[in-house]
């Protein structure tokens, strides 16, 4: 039987979560902590509770919960992630309830979380306007829905060099840490895949959000979305 999009982004995050923050920050070059502080601060001021998907070991969760301790839901699809971001050593933990499950259906009412949050995880989601029904769906009337995820920069000059570095040094990288070259050759290939961010945008539209702000950091290379349910 052949393998789906979900089995096969699954088996590759529980194969590479020892060494994934190790390697996302060594292929930032230390960026994404900056990334993942500037979605945070939107979460402010924002009343609970709140919905990270994608969450990986709860990277991005820490950070929000350190801008606004508030209770915050972890959902991924990859246990093994789940498990590691629980070995965590943080007085946030607290404030987590970690879920297995799956961001294109999400296990939750209509209208019973204030904020959404999903960092580098919504380019691997396959139906992904489906996904953004279900983020509309359980999310509470004026929530916040905020995206981090890489983009493709159009500065002449940057992007073929980035497109080398996405084609020889991110698998060669990626894989030398953690013994899956694999997984970074898709990182690569889905990264040059994804939508430019006005597709983002109108795609977000047509299920019903109003586009707050959009945000590009370091030469275009990863965008912050920001969308209101009306």
Known sequence: MKESHKEFVEKKFNKIVGRYDLVNSLLSFFQDHLWRRSLANFFRDTPGPFLDLCCGPFTLSFEILKKNPQTLYAL???LNMLLYGRRKINPLQRFIFPIRGDSERLPFKEQSVQAISIAFGFRNLPNREEALR???RVLK?????????FSMPSNRVIKPLYL???????PLI???LTGDKEAYQYLAESIQKFPTPKEVEAMAQRVGFLPLERKLFTFGVVCLYLFRKA
């Open 141 to 149: 009337q004026g929530g916040l829905l905020a995206i981090l995820e």
């Open 164 to 170: 080398l570095y996405l084609k020889y040094l991110v």
């Open 76 to 78: 991924d699809l990859s």
């Open 134 to 136: 279900e983020f509309y």
């Open 174 to 176: 990626g894989g030398a």
